[in-house]
């Protein structure tokens, strides 16, 4: 037997009638919906009346930061004194002793590099700002350069003891960075003259 | 008796805590030995001030970076102490160096 399937041939004329059918309909979509939601143009007022303008907004505005704040002994802790930048020069001569020491709130945090054009020794200790009698040594030794980073445990003036043990003039360059106010300067076991602190970056 | 040994106690704790916060000065005196007695440094420091320090077991005596003997600390050479105290008339002298002669 033999079997045949008829299919029918749509006519030009129906196939162009079907291309501006769809071509209509597709506009109005994108008149009517795309454009409201996706560019927020809404000429025909569509966008609005549907609530696809809201779309757009949502889309568009940028979202809101989430705020975190520093925990208690947490790595970030805000500082309030103010930030400032310093670097000095000091002189020694032939056994001669210097004492340079920042003020620091309890909590205030200071990073610092000292470099000696000789070998010296060195007392990195504290005094208490509610006892002047109490001290605290954290670092002593002999060296031409240290460097690191400080918290300070309590409020008091903070640094360096340095001595030179030869019978040549040593400089030392003490360059820091941190939250002090000022700065006290002992030379030669005398009773000490507040320094004031500029901050170097203005 | 419980009361008594936590009173000793804590009476040793706040003494020990005492040690540790209450550190003593740390003085440099420059000058020529003008005495010296055994357990006792006089020296006339270079603004001419007389300074007496005492000295135990642990002082250490240096001439040229080397450990020598207190021996050799004599009236009229010239010395460099680090000593620690409470002030000038209470020092107790930690490492004397000698030295051939005094800085300008």
Redesign the interface.
């Known amino acids: 037997m033999d079997t045949q399937s008829a299919t029918t041939v749509p006519s030009g004329r129906a196939l162009v009638k079907a291309t501006l059918v769809a071509v209509f309909l597709g506009g109005a979509v994108l008149v009517t919906t795309v454009m409201p939601a996706e560019f927020g143009i809404d000429p025909v007022g569509t966008g609005r009346a549907l609530g696809l303008l809201d779309l757009y907004a949502s889309e568009s505005a940028p979202a809101a930061p989430a705020t975190v704040l520093p925990t208690e002994g947490g790595p970030v802790f805000t500082q309030h004194s103010p930030y400032k930048a310093d670097s000095r020069e000091f002189v020694i001569?032939?056994?001669?002793?210097l004492e340079f020491k920042y003020r620091l709130a309890g909590g205030a945090a200071m990073l610092y590099e000292w470099k000696a054009t000789e070998p010296v020794s060195f007392?990195f200790h504290t005094e208490r700002e509610d006892n002047r009698?109490?001290?605290?040594?954290f670092e002593k030794g002999e060296a031409s350069e240290k460097r690191g980073a400080y918290i300070a445990p309590y409020a008091g003036i903070h640094g360096w003891?340095w001595?030179n043990?030869t019978?040549r003039e040593v400089r030392i360059t003490l360059t820091s960075t941190g939250f002090y106010p000022s700065a006290r300067l002992f030379r030669?076991?005398g009773a000490g003259v507040e320094v004031a602190v500029t901050d170097e970056r203005r | 008796m419980t009361q008594r040994i936590i009173t000793l106690a804590v009476t040793a704790m706040v003494a020990l805590g005492a040690c540790q916060?209450?550190?003593h000065d740390?003085?440099?005196i420059?000058g020529t030995i003008s005495a010296m007695k055994a357990a006792e440094l006089e020296v006339k420091s270079r603004d001419g001030k007389m300074v007496k320090m005492k000295m135990d077991r642990e002082t250490l005596v240096y001439r040229d970076n080397k450990k020598v003997d207190p021996a050799e600390l004599k009236a009229g050479r010239h010395v460099?102490v680090?000593a620690l105290g409470d002030s000038m008339t209470d020092l107790l002298a930690v490492e004397v160096?000698i030295?051939?002669?005094l800085?300008?």
Request: proline share 3%; hydrophobic share 35%.
């Open positions: 001569g032939a056994y001669g002793t007392d009698d109490a001290s605290d040594t003891y001595k043990n019978e030669d076991g | 916060v209450f550190a740390e003085f440099r420059i460099v680090d160096r030295i051939a002669a800085p300008k």
